[in-house]
């Protein structure tokens, strides 16, 4: 199974984006984008994760229980 940090890098490159790019997107620095996308248990928490994939990368998320 793929850890988010895996997904967010993957979509990341996907759009064909940095690092650099992505964090100024989210108000946000290169270095935190790296320690999500470096860390298979890097905290994240919903609020952030949803910004970062909407605003950041423009995709929807959907979080279902």
């Known amino acids: 199974m793929k850890s988010i940090g895996d997904m967010l ?6 759009e064909n984006i940095t690092q650099e790019e992505l964090a100024k997107r989210v108000g946000k620095k290169r270095s935190y984008i ?4 470096g860390s298979q248990d890097y905290n994240i ?7 970062v994939v909407e605003k950041g ?4 998320i959907k979080i279902q229980f």
């Open 45 to 51: 928490n919903i609020k952030t994760l949803k910004e």
């Open 34 to 37: 790296s320690r999500i996308e």
């Open 9 to 14: 890098r993957d979509a990341r490159e996907k």
């Open 57 to 60: 990368l423009g995709k929807e």
